[in-house]
């Protein structure tokens, strides 16, 4: 079975940009979670699809924004992009929706570097 | 809120020996669950463990073991037997009903030859 896959594995922007990231959960997965990851705040939850249903967002400026296709697949964008969005964002996908006791299964993310 | 500390930022051991990641949380729930998951250097977390708030019973998987204490809340982590290949940082993670993980600082486990 393949596992969770994020597009494209790097991307430099530069300041003022938008961003689309890409991810496809495992088959049969239906929910879809974003984190960011950074050295200075470590992992920071973004947002959770189950269904095409935003289910829970964290705590992120409006310029976040995400969605869901009816295949599960799921998008992040950021509009105007600033500096300190450089990170590594990951995805994460799960039979159900997340939390609880369910199993997330992530990634390898997508190093976006803002210049 | 919830929160969930780690407060050891690197820890380096030669290979064989044991290491043991602690982890300390903060909830005034009565029901959630703890993990812990792996990163290695190729990026993606990896699940290894869970627990949640009504089981104590501390187990052991393999070279893995914790200890899960709800009165001091802490949720420690052992590999046994360390191997090169477990150098990765290990994140331990709090979730409840709200549709997210909630991670610690991580800690960053070397393990040398």
């Known amino acids: 079975k393949a596992g969770v896959t994020q597009t494209p594995r790097y991307l430099i922007k530069t300041r003022g940009q938008q961003v689309t990231l890409s991810c496809s959960p495992i088959?049969?997965?239906?929910?879809v979670s974003w984190y960011q990851q950074t050295p200075g705040q470590g992992l920071q939850f973004l947002f959770e699809?189950?269904?095409?249903?935003?289910?829970n967002k964290g705590n992120f400026p409006g310029r976040f924004s995400g969605r869901q296709f009816s295949n599960s697949r799921s998008e992040m964008n950021v509009s105007t992009l600033e500096l300190g969005d450089s990170a590594l964002y990951l995805c994460?996908?799960?039979?159900?929706?997340?939390?609880?006791?369910?199993?997330?299964?992530f990634g390898s993310g997508t190093q976006l570097s803002v210049l | 809120a919830q929160k969930v500390t780690q407060a050891q930022t690197e820890i380096s051991v030669v290979e064989k020996e044991d290491v043991t990641l602690d982890c300390v949380y903060e909830?005034?729930?009565?029901?959630?669950?703890l993990f812990w998951y792996k990163q290695p250097p190729s990026g993606e977390l990896v699940f290894l463990i869970r627990r949640n708030s009504f089981d104590e019973q501390n187990e052991i998987s393999g070279r893995y073991s914790w200890n899960f204490q709800k009165s001091t809340s802490s949720f420690n982590f052992t590999i046994t037997a360390s191997q090169v290949v477990d150098s990765a940082v290990y994140f331990c993670a709090l979730s409840f009903n709200d549709y997210k993980l909630s991670f610690g600082a991580g800690t960053t486990v070397t393990v040398r030859a």
């Open positions: 088959s049969g997965h239906r929910s």
């Open positions: 699809y189950f269904s095409e249903t935003q289910r």
């Open positions: 909830t005034r729930d009565t029901t959630y669950y």
């Open positions: 994460a996908s799960s039979l159900f929706e997340a939390g609880r006791d369910e199993k997330l299964f």
